[in-house]
């Protein structure tokens, strides 16, 4: 009977060969070449290398993206501060040119008011004392 060999890492994340009987004639295992227990240990270190790489990768997309979307959060804060006080400007404006609309409307009656009031004195004969 031979043996086949599998590799599986232990909790500590290491390599490790784990033997496996091989029935005569079926056929599993029968590869005349079985890696060896340092080429992979040497794969698996490769792996894990590659795999950090990929890791250190994606915390660095990450990083930028939250960057770009704290800058854009910032932008359209002060945007909406800016919205907000125009707004709160608005009403003052409205009341102010309103209060000149009354003024100049109150004006102008009261010049009519007086025209008026010229045009019917000059036009009413006095009384004689």
């Known amino acids: 009977m031979s043996t ?3 590799l599986a890492l232990n909790r500590d994340g290491e390599p490790m060969a784990l033997n496996f009987p091989n029935p005569a004639g079926s056929g599993f295992g029968q590869s005349t070449s079985a890696p060896s227990l340092s080429g992979l240990r040497q794969q698996a270190e ?4 590659e795999v950090g790489e990929a890791l250190d990768r994606g915390r660095a997309s990450i990083v930028e993206s939250a960057s770009v979307a704290r800058d854009s959060f910032a932008e359209d804060m002060s945007r909406l501060r ?4 125009s707004l709160k400007e608005t009403p003052a404006r409205f009341a102010s040119q ?5 003024s100049q409307t ?6 009519t008011v007086n025209r008026r009031s010229e045009r019917r004195r000059v036009a009413s ?3 004689v004392p």
């Open 4 to 6: 086949a060999v599998a």
């Open 98 to 102: 309103a209060g000149s609309e009354a």
């Open 82 to 85: 800016d919205d907000v006080a």
């Open 46 to 49: 490769q792996t894990r290398s």
């Open 106 to 111: 109150l004006r102008q009656v009261g010049q």
């Open 125 to 127: 004969p006095r009384p």
